[in-house]
Antibody
Framework: EVQLVESGGGLVQPGGSLRLSCAASGFTFSKYWMTWVRQAPGKGLEWVANINQDGSEKYYVDSVKGRFTISRDNAKNSLFLQMNTLRAEDTAIYYC????????WGQGTLVTVSS | DVVMTQSPLSLPVTLGQPASISCRSTQSLVYSDGSTYLHWFQQRPGHSPRRLIS???NRDSGVPDRFSGSGTRTDFTLRISRVEAEDVGVYYCMQRTHWPYTFGQGTKLEIK
């Protein structure tokens, strides 16, 4: 059974940093693109970033370019999102998902940016 | 960016009746490899999204056959043949033909 478990969310002040993690199991992690998608409270879904199988290709939505960094550790079946210079508009549930087709999703981790 | 426009945004349906959601894109979603990367997702209240259909019409494993997808280029439809109580939630279309990948605004299905 595919499982994706996010962690690392919390309350942070504007301008602060957080590092999200996603632990994957139940599939061959190293063979898949991986993705972060976010959902602001009561709002729709927004694609944030994705990364290819060996980490050599990374893509970001414009609103996070230069502030967020996606990475992975295939030896540990883990996906990461380093978020710097956080803004109030980054407040959202952040989901880890498998593949560019986002076939499986984690339960999400809530990031709140507020003073 | 490709804009995905869903309609209606609110969909009240009687149990056992059919339902249909439209999704239109501002550019053709046919990729250079010939595939059309248009997917549909369901998000039940309080849950993570779940993919229902990939590449226009391919139902994911475990998805009831009352769900079907169709369409071409810029015009796509998700149909539910007979709505059940467990279908309540928000439905999203998503394209991954053009970067950045984008979602529709969501259609909230409720039972009348």
């Amino acid at each position: 059974e595919v499982q994706l478990v996010e962690s690392g969310g919390g309350l942070v002040q504007p301008g602060g940093s957080l590092r999200l993690s996603c632990a994957a199991s139940g599939f061959t992690f190293s063979k898949y693109w991986m993705t972060w998608v976010r959902q602001a409270p009561g709002k729709g879904l927004e694609w944030v970033a994705n990364i290819n199988q060996d980490g050599s290709e990374k893509y970001y939505v414009d609103s996070v370019k230069g502030r967020f960094t996606i990475s992975r550790d295939n030896a540990k079946n883990s996906l990461f999102l380093q978020m710097n210079t956080l803004r109030a508009e980054d407040t959202a549930i952040y989901y880890c998902a498998s593949g560019r087709g986002v076939s499986y999703w984690g339960q999400g981790t809530l990031v709140t940016v507020s003073s | 960016d490709v804009v995905m426009t869903q309609s209606p945004l609110s969909l009240p349906v009687t149990l056992g009746q059919p339902a249909s959601i439209s999704c239109r894109s501002t550019q053709s979603l046919v990729y250079s490899d010939g595939s059309t990367y248009l997917h549909w997702f369901q998000q039940r209240p309080g849950h993570s999204p779940r993919r229902l259909i990939s590449e226009v019409s391919n139902r994911d494993s475990g998805v009831p056959d009352r769900f079907s997808g169709s369409g071409t280029r810029t015009d796509f439809t998700l149909r539910i043949s007979r709505v059940e109580a467990e279908d309540v939630g928000v439905y999203y279309c998503m394209q991954r033909t053009h970067w950045p990948y984008t979602f529709g605004q969501g259609t909230k299905l409720e039972i009348k």
